[in-house]
C-alpha cells in the first residue's frame, strides 16, 4: 500500500468514525505516536493506546460531520495533510493540518494540528 493509499484510507475511516475502528487501526504501525489537540494529554503511544484515545473522541461524534481534504504532500515516508470540517456541533468551519511519518506504509507518529482562520 502505498503512503498516499494510507492517508486516503485514513481519511475514509476518520469520516466513517467507529465503525472505521477496525480499518482505522490497521493503518497504524504498532509502536505508532499519535499526537492531537482534540482529547489532549500526553501523546499516545502503540496501539493499544491510539485505539483508547479514538474511541474517546468516537463516544460523542458531532452530528453531520463533513471533512475535505484540502491539500496532501507526500515525501518519501512523510507526509502533510491540511483538512477541513463541518458540522452543526461546531461554531464554524474548522481546519487543520496533519503530518505523518511512515514505516513500512503503516503509520509510525502522526501529529494533528489546528489551524487559526484565515
Request: charged residues 30%.
Given at each position: 500500500m502505498s503512503n498516499r493509499h494510507v492517508i486516503d484510507s485514513y481519511f475514509a475511516a476518520m469520516r466513517r468514525g467507529a465503525a472505521a475502528e477496525t480499518a482505522m487501526m490497521d493503518l497504524f504501525a504498532d509502536d505508532a505516536v499519535y499526537v492531537e489537540p482534540f482529547i489532549?494529554?500526553?501523546?499516545?503511544?502503540g496501539k493499544a493506546a491510539i485505539r483508547d484515545r479514538l474511541r474517546r473522541g468516537w463516544e460523542f461524534p458531532l452530528p453531520d460531520l463533513e471533512l475535505d481534504?484540502?491539500?496532501?504532500?507526500v515525501d518519501g515516508d512523510s507526509a502533510r495533510t491540511r483538512w477541513e470540517c463541518r458540522s452543526p456541533g461546531l461554531p464554524g468551519p474548522v481546519q487543520g493540518e496533519a503530518r505523518y511519518e511512515f514505516v513500512d506504509s503503516k503509520i509510525s507518529r502522526l501529529e494533528v494540528r489546528l489551524l487559526s482562520p484565515e
Amino acid at each position: 500500500m502505498s503512503n498516499r493509499h494510507v492517508i486516503d484510507s485514513y481519511f475514509a475511516a476518520m469520516r466513517r468514525g467507529a465503525a472505521a475502528e477496525t480499518a482505522m487501526m490497521d493503518l497504524f504501525a504498532d509502536d505508532a505516536v499519535y499526537v492531537e489537540p482534540f482529547i489532549g494529554g500526553e501523546p499516545a503511544v502503540g496501539k493499544a493506546a491510539i485505539r483508547d484515545r479514538l474511541r474517546r473522541g468516537w463516544e460523542f461524534p458531532l452530528p453531520d460531520l463533513e471533512l475535505d481534504v484540502i491539500e496532501v504532500e507526500v515525501d518519501g515516508d512523510s507526509a502533510r495533510t491540511r483538512w477541513e470540517c463541518r458540522s452543526p456541533g461546531l461554531p464554524g468551519p474548522v481546519q487543520g493540518e496533519a503530518r505523518y511519518e511512515f514505516v513500512d506504509s503503516k503509520i509510525s507518529r502522526l501529529e494533528v494540528r489546528l489551524l487559526s482562520p484565515e
